[in-house]
């Protein structure tokens, strides 16, 4: 097993388009044909577009793209930004009269951290398609990652600065990566399960815990619900909806490896997988790297942020 890079898992292209000032954006995997696609959400307030058309008894088979947005539910109208360019593109599911673009979304909420009027639209999803690419997407403080934190569940005056990350692997000729924008309730660790970024100690110099915290406690901060992970599992393994669900699934162990806790009631915790390839492949193999590359891309999230907003980043901690 070797790590490669995210784009070298091949057949998409990906965009980022973000308002810095308003700490919002989003992000878009655009399919290079028609991928079958599985979903699997874990948390307990999620916000999402067209989910159900991942569902193994749906008649879609595939689809176009996903978008990763922040903007809590606000966020779901940009996924018409993705639809406008594919269908300008004539991309899409062929209805006889026209071509549907089927673009899935999930949204994650960072409305507290900028301004609460500017959510990514139509227009913002638009500039991600046309940003998309097949070179290596940035981390950190840029897509979706752009307004996430962790760690918030005494408020945001102990949060810390999230982001947006990719990590790939190789085996043999299987390829498999995630991308991930990291916007948790809960901490950040790294695999020693110590926390690298979330709740703050009272004296904002080292991480504290948030299960510890809850304990304590036993309630949370108001600000302790506006949250949810949110990320994408891609294969060059050529595998079935159906399958591809089981994937999704288990790549939620690589955010239970590496956030703490996660999947809660405050989160809405959703992971895509997606398969654009034709090689032979077992998906317990692929289920099995999924989650090895979703721990480790959400680790990268959290350390390639730089602080911003009032938020500390991992890398400010000594």
């Known amino acids: 097993m070797k790590e490669i890079g995210i784009m070298e898992v091949g057949g998409f292209r990906v965009g980022h388009a973000q308002n810095e000032e308003a700490a919002t954006g989003c992000t878009v995997i655009l399919l290079d044909n028609m991928s ?19 569902s193994p008894v749906a008649q879609a088979d595939s689809i176009n793209a996903v978008l990763l947005s922040g903007g809590s539910a606000f966020g779901l109208d940009a996924a018409g930004g993705v639809q406008k360019y594919l269908e300008e593109r004539n991309i899409g599911f062929d209805v006889g009269v026209t071509k549907v673009p089927l673009v899935c979304e999930s949204c ?29 997407p940035a981390e950190g403080n840029v897509g979706a990652g752009t307004g996430c934190t962790v760690g918030k569940i005494c408020g945001g005056s102990r949060a810390m600065k999230s982001g947006f990350g990719t990590y790939a692997i190789q085996a043999g000729p299987i390829k498999v990566g995630a991308l991930v924008a990291v916007n948790a ?21 080292a991480c504290a815990s948030t299960v510890e915290a809850m304990l304590s406690s036993l309630e949370m901060a108001s600000f302790a619900n506006t949250n949810t992970t949110i990320g994408a599992i891609v294969t060059n393994v050529k595998l079935p909806k ?7 699934g288990m790549a939620h162990n690589g955010y239970a490896r590496a956030i703490r806790p996660v999947h ?10 997606l398969s654009t390839g034709d090689v032979p492949g077992d998906v317990n193999v692929v289920g099995a790297m999924a989650a090895y590359v979703m721990e480790r891309a959400i680790v990268r999230a959290a350390m390639a942020a730089k602080s911003a907003y009032g938020f500390p980043a991992a890398s400010d901690l000594k």
């Open 108 to 136: 994650l909420f960072d409305l507290a951290v900028g301004r609460v009027d500017v959510r990514p639209d139509a227009a913002m999803a638009y500039e991600a398609c046309e940003n998309a690419s097949k070179e290596a």
């Open 185 to 205: 309730l809960g901490d950040v660790c790294g695999p020693d399960g110590k926390p690298i970024a979330g709740l703050l100690n009272p004296e904002k110099t």
């Open 264 to 273: 809660t009631m405050a989160d809405g915790d959703s992971i895509y997988a």
């Open 36 to 54: 079958p696609a599985g979903l699997d959400v874990r948390g307990g307030g999620p916000a999402s577009r067209e989910s159900q058309i991942l």
């Open 242 to 248: 159906v399958l591809l669900t089981k994937v999704a």
